[in-house]
């Protein structure tokens, strides 16, 4: 699936814009900056599909993107700090929000988590909204390149104890750096699973 081309298929500024609902769909979400359009680079194997910054809010609209006409990648802007207007970043929070529990070809949700900082309450409330509306959803821990291995393993099980309070989650995580190829593989096989024939 991820060896097919992908191509960038539109960008929703708002819920009036969405694409067709025509393939199954996979949501990148997560605080601002954790690595959403980053990892979407690198599961696709290509470097510049999604822009990227150091600077938190650089997604700004619901990008879709198409992986070989059998599933649909949707990079989403982050939520929390953002170097924008509060007014701009509750907008995206509304869209993603809405767009999570009202699209139907909805087939999973990835919840981005920075290693390094762990479960944050806006990522707590974004998994009881996906747990309310019944989206299933995998947490993946994010630039695991940056901490070390002792980290890693107290992040991994605190993270995979608070799950066990969400019944939308799988119970297992996902550990990636998109920077260092880590877990990259692993991730890929488990969306092949949901794409359409
Ligand atoms: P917003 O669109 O602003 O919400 O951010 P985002 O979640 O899409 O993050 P983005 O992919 O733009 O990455 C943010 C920063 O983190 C960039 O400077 C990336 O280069 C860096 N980054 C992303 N993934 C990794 C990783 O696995 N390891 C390291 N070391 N840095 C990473
Ligand atoms: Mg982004």
Known sequence: LFAKECDFVWGADALNQLP???????AFAGRSNVGKSSLVNALTGRKTLARTSNTPGRTQQLNFFNLGNRL????????????ESK????????????????????QRALVLVDSRHGLKPNDEEIMEMLDRTAVPYVVVLTKIDKVKPNELDAVRKATEAALKKHPAAFP??????SEKNIGIAELRASLATLAAE
């Open 20 to 26: 067709e609902a025509d393939l199954p769909e996979v």
């Open 72 to 83: 649909k990648l949707v990079d989403m802007p982050g939520y929390g700090y953002a170097k």
């Open 87 to 106: 007014e701009k970043v509750e907008a995206w929070n509304h869209m993603v929000r809405r767009f999570l529990r009202g699209r139907v070809t909805m």
């Open 172 to 177: 297992e995580i996902h550990v990636t750096s």
